[in-house]
């Protein structure tokens, strides 16, 4: 049995929520509702935070609000537990999110590589989504159960490419949910009108992303409440989930022992190659190096400092206007899904 399930859903937004609910209501029954991570979350129900946030969705992005009421309907729950956990990260620093990039860019290609960290507990429960919503755009995403695409890996029918790592920032504010922003990506048409959409709109929660499209360079996008910060890539970047750009990475934030190493080790292994112009490193090599037992960059231990584990790697690569992809149950497997755009192969 595969660790990583493929799901085709299409119809209204409405219709796509109702379909992934039903796809994660077993897995959120047995595995989050009985959970500490559930009961911690569960005191902001009822809170003048998530109503402020839930009128905001509604108004700015009433698609994405059908979406959630589908989604409530599918997993038998009711709607404000359903938005509360889409919000899990812009209401709790320490929400179980991880995840590890490493992105290249050389004259004939660019590459993005990604680690998807999450809850332990989810593992074999989680999806490849192919999803085309009635009157928007076609998108392929990692899916957890219970949970909106888009703020983990995906691609949509533009070839615009988001990968998403966690920032627990200790400043969030209502706004926008960054969950909800990072769906909406993946109805634009390009980096420049996703850079614009999250410059667009008031945020909560924090986030980095790394961006790219069949016309664009890779981009490294961190945003949190305050501020939008925008770096290309024009050889080797490395990010684990906290913020590390100049104009970012002041804010206030948790940056646990896991993603601090993570970000070391990262680092120290793309050394060498930073100082040869246009050289490449072996990405899936890079996301599987488990050298330290404590802060592994392939994240598997029952044991994890983070309570996260590594529940697939995407590789992206990008040779000239052509994207193809691959999915992996570890960076040293075979692929479990392979694609050219969202044509999987």
Request: aromatic share 8%; proline share 5%.
């Amino acid at each position: 049995m595969s660790s990583l399930h493929y799901l085709q859903i299409s119809g209204s937004h409405h219709e796509i929520g109702v379909q992934l609910g039903q796809f994660g209501a077993q897995a959120i029954h047995q595995k989050l509702l009985p959970s500490d991570t559930w009961q911690q979350l569960r005191k902001w129900l009822g809170s003048a935070e998530l109503q402020h946030m839930k009128a905001q969705v509604q108004t700015h992005f009433p698609t994405i609000w059908e979406e959630i009421e589908g989604l409530a309907v599918g997993l038998q729950l009711s709607i404000d537990e359903t938005f509360m956990w889409n919000c899990r990260g812009d209401l709790w620093a320490m929400a179980p999110d991880g995840c590890t990039t490493v992105q290249q860019a050389t004259p004939s290609h660019r590459r993005i590589t990604h680690n998807e960290d999450g809850d332990p507990s989810f593992y074999s429960h989680c999806a490849i989504v192919h999803a085309t919503p009635t009157e928007d755009t076609a998108f392929v995403s990692f899916a957890y159960p219970g949970s909106i695409p888009g703020h983990t890996f995906a691609t949509n029918v533009n070839q615009l490419v988001m990968t998403v790592n966690n920032i627990r920032s200790l400043d969030a504010k209502p706004g926008i949910p960054r969950m909800v922003l990072c769906r909406a990506i993946l109805s634009q048409p390009s980096v420049e009108a996703a850079i614009r959409l999250l410059r667009s709109h008031v945020r909560s929660g924090a986030f980095h992303l790394s961006l790219c499209d069949a016309y664009s360079s890779i981009h490294s996008v961190e945003f949190n409440r305050a501020d939008v910060s925008v770096e290309p890539i024009e050889h080797l970047g490395f990010h684990a989930n906290h913020a590390i750009h100049a104009a970012q990475r002041d804010y206030p934030q948790i940056i646990t022992g896991s993603s601090g190493y993570r970000q070391v080790q990262g680092e120290r292994l793309l050394q060498d190659a930073r100082t040869r112009p246009n050289s490449t490193v072996d990405a899936l090599a890079i996301l599987g190096n488990h050298e330290h037992d404590t802060y592994p960059i392939y994240r598997r231990e029952a044991n994890d400092s983070d309570n996260e584990n590594t529940m697939a790697t995407a590789d992206f690569l990008f040779e000239g206007h052509n994207l193809t992809w691959s999915v992996y149950d570890g960076p040293s497997r075979a692929p479990l899904f392979s694609f050219t755009g969202l044509q999987r192969n």
